[in-house]
């Protein structure tokens, strides 16, 4: 990503608190979280890593995770972003439930950036990957669980249909401009 592309990292990390990059299996939830971390200088937690090994073994047999399933691995999660300030986390975050614990127990303000596409564009990126134990076949499944994230003032929404580096620019200038917000309010 080019620096003309975003404001430069070390004006950022100052004043960018923890970010959650959400959304449905396959919206590129990892790749964002990378570039943004590494642009911010944060570090990266992906949020799949931290599954239970019961987890796994459902999502890879094309079972679908229910809340029960979901609740302590979003619990370790969120301790991760209560533990420290520059951290960027991919994780579903599919309920709103699931982002207000998090903002529960960040104990500071997050943001969060929903990666949104079509059923067309999230499938044909699922067919496409390798080595993923999340099979196609859960797609509907996270579909029909998301709660789109509308009003909810810490969540910027970007669209997948279109180049990466695209949509990590877009990220960061909404980010940018989140946290000049957040430091505003709070004056």
Same mark, same amino acid.
């Given at each position: *990503?080019?620096? /003309?592309? !975003?404001p =430069?990292?070390?004006?950022?990390?100052?004043?960018?608190?923890? #970010?959650?990059? $959400?959304? @449905?299996?396959?919206? %590129?939830?990892?790749?964002?979280?990378?570039?943004? /971390? !590494?642009?911010?200088?944060?570090?990266?937690?992906?949020?799949?890593?931290?599954? =239970? /090994? /019961?987890? @796994?073994?459902? *999502?890879?047999?094309?079972?679908?995770? !229910?809340?029960?399933?979901?609740?302590?691995w979003?619990?370790?999660?969120?301790?991760?972003? &209560?533990?420290?300030?520059?951290?960027?986390?991919?994780?579903? &975050?599919?309920?709103?439930?699931?982002?207000?614990?998090?903002?529960?127990?960040? %104990?500071?303000?997050?943001? +969060? @950036?929903?990666?949104?596409?079509?059923?067309?564009?999230?499938?044909?990126? $699922?067919?496409?990957?390798?080595?993923?134990? *999340?099979?196609?076949?859960?797609?509907?499944?996270q579909?029909?669980?998301?709660?789109?994230?509308?009003?909810?003032?810490?969540? #910027?929404?970007?669209?997948?249909?279109? =180049?990466?580096?695209?949509? #990590?620019?877009?990220?960061m200038?909404?980010?940018? +401009? *989140?946290?000049?917000?957040?430091?505003?309010? !709070?004056?």
């Amino acid at each position: *990503m080019s620096t /003309a592309a !975003s404001p =430069p990292a070390s004006s950022l990390s100052r004043h960018i608190g923890p #970010v959650v990059v $959400m959304g @449905v299996s396959g919206c %590129g939830k990892t790749s964002v979280g990378k570039l943004i /971390a !590494s642009y911010l200088g944060h570090r990266f937690i992906e949020g799949d890593s931290r599954h =239970p /090994a /019961a987890n @796994v073994e459902k *999502m890879t047999a094309g079972v679908a995770l !229910s809340d029960d399933d979901r609740w302590p691995w979003l619990e370790t999660l969120a301790a991760e972003l &209560a533990a420290a300030d520059d951290t960027v986390i991919s994780c579903s &975050a599919l309920k709103k439930s699931y982002r207000d614990l998090f903002r529960d127990r960040a %104990g500071k303000p997050i943001t +969060f @950036v929903f990666l949104q596409g079509t059923r067309t564009t999230l499938a044909s990126r $699922m067919n496409s990957r390798k080595g993923h134990y *999340m099979p196609p076949s859960l797609l509907d499944s996270q579909l029909a669980t998301l709660e789109l994230p509308t009003r909810e003032g810490d969540v #910027v929404t970007i669209e997948i249909d279109q =180049p990466l580096e695209r949509i #990590v620019s877009l990220a960061m200038t909404k980010l940018a +401009f *989140m946290a000049t917000r957040q430091r505003m309010q !709070s004056r």
